[in-house]
């Protein structure tokens, strides 16, 4: 019985994250070297899917305390008060792409116990002030969104132990003022700072060739 199990175990480690592309190539290196990135391009290149599970693989492997996701609070125009529940119900919806990254590595069950210890956890803009995250590895997504004072906030969350990557795609800000992250990448170029930015262009889609086929599409409508 106990060979049953040891052998369940060895079918259930998930295999080794492999590249697709070079630039994803240089994504994992970037996360294998360097506790802060900045990752850009268009949907489809898999920057929330080696996020994710990088993510996955570090808390199975007790090398970090919990995963935090957060996201600037900009859905499309709509304020989060549109929507019922806590803050961190709210703005669960948008990072369920991660929850089913994580999930897909963890499995299921395991997510499920990690959402419910706080392993893995979803923090709203709106409560981050004051806070510092340790020995996690924290995601932020959409980070077009956020303005150059919310950035500052986000990164000066940052303790000891902590892998942070910093997700987005400037073609996509819907903000009227200057984007944080457009901030963050052109201090990170002035002041020449250790933070890789791994930046993807519609050649690296790998979601799909549709997916490949449309955004070009639409990049071209200036959409």
Known sequence: MVKRREKFAEERTPSPIRPLTSKQG?????????EQIVVLGPAGTGKTYLAGTWAADR??????????????????GRSLGFFPGTLEEKIAPWVVPLFDVIGARMGP???DVALKSGAVTVVPFEVMRGRTFE???VILDEAQNTDPVEMKMFLT???QGTQVVINGDIEQSDLKV???LTKVIGMVKKHM??????????????RSDIC???????NRERI
């Open 26 to 34: 240089e994504y994992l290196e970037a996360l294998r070297t360097s």
């Open 178 to 180: 200057t984007s944080g």
């Open 193 to 206: 700072l250790p933070v890789p930015i791994i930046e993807f262009s519609e050649e690296d889609i790998v």
């Open 212 to 218: 490949a086929m449309w955004i070009k599409a639409f």
């Open 135 to 137: 020995n996690a590895f």
């Open 59 to 76: 808390l199975r492997g007790r090398r970090i305390d919990r995963i935090v996701i957060t996201r600037p609070n900009v859905p499309g």
């Open 157 to 159: 969350r940052i303790g």
């Open 109 to 111: 069950g395991a997510l």
